[in-house]
T-cell receptor, first 115, second 116 residues
């Protein structure tokens, strides 16, 4: 069973629309949650972090966390063609030898913003 | 500028050859990680290190080795025992462990390894 699940897409939205990306996770002990953006052929870039239930807004991005439902989402308002990329959900939880945290990644959702 | 530098950007391996991927960071981060990314798959953890002179196996450590002699450096060697090494290799770092371990990981630009 996958620990972090995302719909692989592609998710296509018109320019200017709201893109909604979803992620579910299996470990109830997870403590922090991240969204990374990865352009084709490039490395992941952190765009949002969220640690507590509710919404967190940063510019056009809003991350939403619901720990009871084990669900985290990313909303992108006023979507632009430059937002076209794969979005990786990452979940942080204790699990490494030595007491450290482990970051588990979903396989990513491909977003296409069309003109 | 602070960041994570991976080199080379592209690397080709011959049969039976060991190759080493470099990862250097000047963020003063304690923890460093190596991931492998294959098409259609998520990032898989190869090795990680939370402190100098200590490192641990991740989920797919077979055929790989690492060292952590300096805080800034965490090189990864892909040995000839790794039979399917073609992948995109990503190095990451984060502030540290304990109370600071909830902080995100930041990535270098990656090294793309192929077989000749």
């Amino acid at each position: 069973q996958k620990e972090v699940e995302q719909n692989s897409g592609p998710l296509s939205v018109p320019e200017g629309a709201i893109a909604s990306l979803n992620c579910t996770y299996s470990d109830r002990g997870s403590q922090s949650f991240f969204w990374y953006r990865q352009y084709s052929g490039k490395s992941p870039e952190l765009i949002m972090s969220i640690y507590s239930n509710g919404d967190k807004e940063d510019g056009r991005f809003t991350a939403q966390l619901n720990k009871a439902s084990q669900y985290v989402s990313l909303l992108i308002r006023d979507s632009q063609p430059s937002d076209s990329a794969t979005y990786l959900c990452a979940v942080n939880h204790w699990g490494l030898t030595g007491g450290g945290n482990k970051l588990t990644f979903g396989t990513g959702t491909q977003l296409k913003v069309e003109l | 500028d602070g960041g994570i530098t991976q080199s080379p950007k592209y690397l080709f391996r011959k049969e039976g050859q060991n190759v080493t991927l470099s990862c250097e960071q000047n963020l003063n981060h304690d923890a460093m990680y190596w991931y492998r990314q294959d098409p259609g798959q998520g990032l898989r953890l190869i090795y990680y290190s939370q402190i100098v002179n200590d490192f641990q196996k991740g989920d797919i450590a077979e055929g790989y080795s690492v060292s952590r002699e300096k805080k800034e450096s965490f090189p990864l060697t892909v040995t000839s025992a790794q039979k399917n090494p073609t992948a995109f290799y990503l190095c990451a770092s984060s502030i540290g462990q304990g109370a600071r371990s909830n902080q995100p990981q930041h990535f270098g630009d990656g090294t793309r390894l192929s077989i000749l």
